[in-house]
C-alpha cells in the first residue's frame, strides 16, 4: 500500500508515463471514452443552471448579486470539488480541510491551492494516520466545528471503519443527543481507476451501509459533486464522500460559480423510461450511457445477441447518489412502472449494495415484476490489477443484463 | 544479559531504580495556618513521581481544609456511587455491560479537582465517576445505567456512555476516545482558548495502534491535549508486564515528556493535574502523557470477579495499604483538620445520596418505544422510515 502510494506521487512515475507516449498523454485517471461525449453532462451554461433539485444558498447574503445572470465555469471534478471546498471555508470560519498531502493539493489536485488561500492553519497536511484522521475529525466535530477530512483512497479507510462506524454513526443515539458530529465530512476517492489494482480501484461504499448514522453520497459529474459535497457539508449527519476517481478528470461540465447545494437521499432521473429501470451511481453512469447506445444500435460484434424487438425498449435511467439513506421511493416507484430492475455497480456481488436494493425492490414492487431483479457488478475477487477492465461491469455486461431482464 | 541490562539502565536513570510510591499515606502536613480558610502547604513524598524529560513538579502543594474534606466526600460519595452498580448489576436491574472504578477514585476526583468547567474531558468505558464530577448527577448515571428516561444519555446509551457539556463520555471501544481528544484539543487550539485537553485511556488501550497516532499528531501540532494513562496494572485480565514491552507508560510518547504519578494519594493527582494543566493550557508547551498508577479493586467489568490473574491477598494488600480514600482520611485526622466523627458524618451523607439518587432512578420509565428511532439522524434529515418489527410498528419520521 505504501510503496504504490509512492510511485503514484513520484514524480519519476509521471515522467515516465508521459514519456512513453508521443501524442496527448492519457489522463493519470486512465480513458473512460464515453465521458467526453456524455450527454449527461451539462455542457452549457443554460442547461447547468436547470440542474433539477439545485437550490442557491445565497438568496439570503446581503452581499449576494441578486438579478444579475448567474455565472457558469468549465470545470473536471477536482475544479469542482476545490471550489466546493473554496466557498465551504469563505462561508464558516470553523471550516477546517485536512488529509495526507492535501496542502501540497492532494493526489488528485482536489485542494489545490486552498492552503495558500485561507492559510496552513485550516488546511494542513496530516500523517499517514487513517485511524487518527478519523477519530481527530471527530473529536473536532464533536466541539461543533466542520471537519473535512480527506481519506487519500477509499481503499485506505478501513482503518478507519471503527472511527466512522462505531464513533461517527453512534455518537448521537449514543448520547441521547447530547453530542453530534454533523460537521464532519469525510471525502475520498473511489471505484476504479483503470489500473489502480488491489488498493486503489475498491468501492467500499457497501462496507458502510447498515452503519445507520452515516450518510454515503457519490456524485457523478462535477455539478453534481459540488452541490453534493456543499449539502454533505453543511447536512447536520456525518457524511462520507466518495468521489469517483476516474471522473476527476474526464468528467467535465460548466458548473454554476455560486454556492448552491444538492438534495441528500434523493436518485436522480437521468432518462425516463417505460421498459426496464437502470439503476447505478459515479462511474457506471457513463458505461450504462454507452449501454443504452448498444441497445438502441448494437454494434456488429453483438448484434445478433440483441433481438430487434428490445432495441426500442425505453430503458430508464437512474443515477441513486446518496447510497445511504437510499431513495427507494424514487426507484421503487420507477420499478412499478417498468417491471424490471438491473443494478449495476463496481464493488463485489455478495453483500453489495445492490444486494440491499434488490431485496427491498422485490418486497416492495414483488407483484409488478416481471423479472428477476439483476445486478451487473464486479466479480466477487479482488480487483486484480491484470483483470480491472475485466472485473470492472462495462457496456457489454450491462447490455447483456438488460437483454436478459428484458426477455425474461 | 538481562541482569546487565537492567544495570546500565539503572546506571543511566537513577530515579528508576526505585519504583514509584503508591502508597496513600506518605504526605507530610508542612505547615499549617492560623486560619484554615486559608491553603495548607503540604510535603509530597519524592517518589510520588517520576519524570520522562520533563521537571518534576513541586513537592509542596497548597491546597485548603476545604478542599480536602470536599475531595473527601466526592470520593467517598462514587465509592458508594459504584457500590450501588455493583449491587443493581447483581439484583439484575442493571443489564449488559458495566465498569467500575472502585479503588481509582483519586483519579477523577484528583482531575476534577485540578481543571476546569471550561477544560474538556473524554475517556475509556469506566467513566461513571468523571460523568458524575463533570456536571452530571448520581441519579443521571444510574438511570442510564439502569436504561431509565431518566439517564443522561435518556436510557439510550447505557454504563460506556454518558456525557455532560464538558465531558465527552466514555466509550465502549478500547483506545477510541484517545484521537477524538486530540481532535477536541485541536479545536481549543484553533478557538485560541486557554483550556486543555484530558484523554484517559488505560495500561490495556495504551498498546492500540491509534493511541500512538494519536501521540503523533498531538506532537506534531502542539496541540493542548494531556493523555492520561490510568495504569491499573490489569488490561482486562492480563497485566502490564505480560501486555506491555515497556511497562512505564509515561516514556511511551516519545517526543513527549511524562510524567509518572502517585494515583492513590490523591494531594499528588491533584498537584500532577494542575502541572499538566499549566503546561498545556497554560504555557502551551503541547502535549504532556501522564501516568497514574492506580488499582481496581473490582474485575474488568461485571463478568469479571478479578480473582483469576491476580490473588485475592494482592487486593486485600492493597485495599488495605494504599487505597485512597482512607489514606486522605488519615491525613485530615493527623492534621486536625476534621474528627473521626465529622468524617462518619460526610461518609453518612455520601450514602444517603447514593440511596435517595439509586430511588429517584428506579422510579424513572424506561425509553418510550418510539425513542428506538430517534437521535440516529438529525431531526427532519432522516430516510422516510425506519423498519419495526411488524407493518404497524414502521417508525415514519
Same mark, same amino acid.
Given at each position: 500500500m505504501l510503496a504504490s502510494r509512492r510511485l503514484a506521487r513520484s514524480p519519476i512515475a509521471s515522467l515516465l508515463r508521459r514519456n512513453s507516449t508521443a501524442v496527448e498523454p492519457p489522463p493519470a485517471g486512465g480513458h473512460l471514452p464515453s465521458v467526453a461525449t456524455s450527454q449527461y453532462l451539462r455542457s452549457t +451554461?443554460?442547461?447547468?443552471?436547470r440542474t433539477p433539485g439545485l437550490q442557491w444558498? &445565497?438568496? &439570503? &447574503?446581503p452581499h449576494a448579486i441578486i438579478g444579475v445572470e448567474r455565472e457558469t465555469r468549465k470545470m473536471n471534478v477536482y475544479q469542482a470539488v476545490r471550489d466546493a471546498l473554496s466557498i465551504a471555508l469563505t462561508k464558516d470560519d470553523n471550516a477546517v480541510v485536512f488529509g495526507e498531502d492535501i496542502a501540497f493539493g492532494g493526489v488528485f489536485r482536489c485542494t489545490m491551492g486552498l492552503a495558500e488561500e485561507f492559510g496552513r492553519e485550516r488546511v494542513f497536511n496530516t500523517p499517514l494516520t487513517e485511524q487518527g484522521i478519523a477519530g481527530f475529525a471527530i473529536g473536532m466535530a464533536s466541539m461543533g466545528h466542520t471537519a473535512i477530512a480527506e481519506i487519500q483512497f477509499a481503499d485506505y479507510i478501513f482503518p478507519a471503519f471503527d472511527q466512522l462506524v462505531n464513533e461517527a454513526a453512534k455518537i448521537r443515539y449514543r448520547s441521547g443527543g447530547a453530542f453530534n458530529v454533523g460537521g464532519l465530512t469525510i471525502r475520498t476517492p473511489t471505484m476504479s481507476v483503470g489500473h489502480g489494482g488491489l488498493y486503489h480501484s475498491q468501492s467500499p461504499e457497501?462496507?458502510?451501509?447498515?452503519?445507520?448514522?452515516?450518510?454515503?453520497?457519490?456524485?457523478?459529474?462535477?455539478?453534481?459533486?459540488k452541490g453534493l459535497l456543499l449539502s454533505s457539508i453543511r447536512d447536520p449527519n456525518p457524511v462520507i464522500f466518495m468521489e469517483p476517481k476516474i471522473l476527476y478528470r474526464s468528467a467535465v461540465e460548466q458548473v454554476p460559480m455560486d454556492d448552491y447545494t444538492l438534495?441528500?437521499? +434523493?436518485?436522480?432521473?437521468?432518462?425516463?423510461?417505460? &421498459?426496464?429501470t437502470l439503476l447505478t451511481w459515479g462511474t457506471p453512469i457513463y458505461h450504462c450511457e454507452t449501454a443504452l447506445d448498444m441497445l438502441a444500435n448494437p454494434p456488429a460484434g453483438i448484434a445478433q445477441h440483441v433481438p430487434e424487438s428490445l432495441r426500442k425498449a425505453k430503458i430508464e435511467l437512474i443515477d441513486l447518489r446518496s447510497i445511504l439513506p437510499w431513495d427507494a421511493e424514487t426507484v421503487a416507484e420507477s420499478v412499478k412502472r417498468t417491471g424490471r430492475l438491473v443494478v449495476v455497480h463496481e464493488a463485489g456481488m455478495t453483500a453489495g449494495v445492490g444486494a440491499e436494493i434488490a431485496a427491498e425492490i422485490q418486497k416492495r414492487c414483488f407483484l409488478r415484476l416481471a423479472a428477476p431483479v439483476k445486478r451487473v457488478t464486479g466479480w466477487d475477487t479482488p480487483v486484480a490489477l491484470q483483470y480491472e477492465k475485466f472485473y470492472i461491469p462495462d457496456a457489454v455486461r450491462i447490455v447483456d443484463a438488460m437483454v436478459e431482464t428484458l426477455s425474461y | 544479559m538481562a541482569s546487565l541490562a537492567r544495570l546500565r539502565v539503572s546506571r543511566r536513570l537513577p530515579q528508576l531504580a526505585r519504583g514509584i510510591q503508591t502508597s496513600a499515606d506518605t504526605t507530610q502536613l508542612h505547615s499549617k495556618p492560623e486560619d484554615l480558610s486559608q491553603p495548607l502547604t503540604l510535603r509530597l513524598n519524592e517518589d510520588s513521581f517520576h519524570t520522562y524529560n520533563c521537571d518534576m513538579p513541586e513537592l509542596d502543594v497548597k491546597v485548603t481544609k476545604n478542599q /480536602? /474534606?470536599?475531595m473527601y466526600k466526592k470520593m467517598q460519595t462514587m465509592r458508594r456511587m459504584e457500590m450501588a452498580a455493583d449491587a443493581l448489576y447483581k439484583s439484575k436491574l442493571i443489564r449488559g455491560f458495566c465498569h467500575l472504578a472502585i479503588g481509582q477514585e483519586a483519579v477523577s476526583v484528583g482531575l476534577e479537582e485540578g481543571i476546569t468547567r471550561e477544560d474538556r474531558v473524554i475517556t475509556s468505558y469506566r467513566c461513571h465517576p468523571l460523568a458524575v464530577l463533570r456536571g452530571g448527577t448520581i441519579k443521571g448515571v444510574i438511570s442510564e445505567l439502569l436504561g431509565r428516561q431518566d439517564g443522561m444519555s435518556n436510557g439510550k446509551g447505557g454504563s460506556m456512555h454518558i456525557f455532560t457539556p464538558s465531558f465527552f463520555g466514555g466509550n465502549g471501544i478500547v483506545g477510541a476516545q484517545v484521537p477524538l481528544g486530540a481532535g477536541v484539543a485541536f479545536t481549543q487550539k484553533y478557538l485560541n482558548q486557554d483550556t486543555t485537553t484530558f484523554a484517559l485511556y488505560g495500561d490495556g488501550a495504551a498498546n492500540q495502534g491509534q493511541v500512538f497516532e494519536s501521540f503523533n499528531m498531538a506532537k506534531l501540532w502542539d496541540l493542548p491535549v494531556v493523555f492520561v494513562c490510568e495504569n491499573n496494572k490489569?488490561?482486562?485480565?492480563?497485566?502490564?508486564e505480560r501486555s506491555s514491552s515497556n511497562t512505564e507508560y509515561y516514556t511511551r510518547g516519545d517526543k513527549i515528556p511524562g510524567l509518572q504519578v502517585n494515583g492513590m494519594d490523591i494531594v499528588a493527582t491533584l498537584q500532577a493535574v494542575r502541572y499538566a494543566r499549566n503546561w498545556t493550557a497554560i504555557e502551551k508547551k503541547g502535549p504532556l502523557l501522564l501516568e497514574f498508577v492506580t488499582y481496581r479493586y473490582g474485575g474488568h467489568s461485571m463478568s469479571d470477579p478479578g480473582t483469576t490473574y491476580r490473588t485475592r491477598e494482592e487486593v486485600q494488600r492493597m485495599r488495605s495499604t494504599q487505597d485512597p480514600i482512607r489514606g486522605l482520611q488519615r491525613y485530615i485526622e493527623e492534621w486536625g483538620l476534621a474528627s473521626e466523627q465529622e468524617l462518619k458524618q460526610l461518609d453518612k451523607e455520601a450514602k444517603a445520596a447514593v440511596d435517595e439518587a439509586v430511588e429517584e432512578a428506579k422510579k424513572s420509565p424506561?425509553?418510550?418505544?418510539a425513542d428506538l428511532w430517534t437521535d440516529i439522524y438529525y431531526k427532519g434529515t432522516e430516510p422516510p422510515f425506519m423498519r419495526g418489527r411488524e407493518r404497524e410498528e414502521v417508525h415514519y419520521y
Open positions: +451554461r443554460e442547461k447547468a443552471l444558498n &445565497d438568496e &439570503d &447574503d457497501g462496507f458502510f451501509m447498515g452503519a445507520s448514522g452515516l450518510k454515503i453520497v457519490i456524485p457523478r459529474s462535477p455539478i453534481q459533486a438534495p441528500l437521499g +434523493r436518485a436522480e432521473t437521468l432518462v425516463p423510461g417505460a &421498459d426496464l | /480536602l /474534606l470536599e490489569y488490561g482486562m485480565g492480563t497485566s502490564a424506561e425509553p418510550a418505544t
